[in-house]
């Protein structure tokens, strides 16, 4: 079983920076895909950045410019570096881990970010 267990959320104030860790337990092989999602209060789960196997990144609209997506294979932990937080903003982040062979991907549990103004 693999587990995505996630760390880095918090209270923040506008402006300021959060890392997002989510650490898989054991090294998933296969990987073609990674991203963080969120979800507000009666919103929608939105793709807000990714990371393919080969390094390409890609972010929503919303962060680009403030957020950054990287990844420690040596880990096995993909990161959310987010700067310039906004109150909207705010959200459960998680993170995804799609295997080339399961489509459906690992979830992280959720971490709630709440930036206040």
């Known amino acids: 079983q693999v587990q995505l267990v996630e760390s880095g959320g918090g209270l923040v104030q506008a402006g300021g920076s959060l890392r997002l860790s989510c650490a898989a337990s054991?090294?998933?092989?296969?990987?073609?895909?990674m991203g963080w999602y969120r979800q507000a209060p009666g919103k929608q789960r939105d793709l807000v950045a990714s990371i393919t196997a080969g390094g390409t990144t890609n972010y929503a609209d919303s962060v680009k410019g403030r957020f950054t997506i990287s990844r420690d294979n040596a880990k096995n932990t993909v990161y959310l570096q987010m700067n310039n937080l906004k109150p909207e903003d705010t959200a459960v982040y998680y993170c995804?881990?799609?295997?080339?062979?399961?489509?459906?991907?690992?979830w992280g549990q959720g971490t709630q970010v709440t930036v206040s103004s």
């Open positions: 054991r090294t998933i092989p296969g990987i073609n895909f």
């Open positions: 995804n881990v799609r295997p080339i062979w399961r489509p459906e991907g690992y």
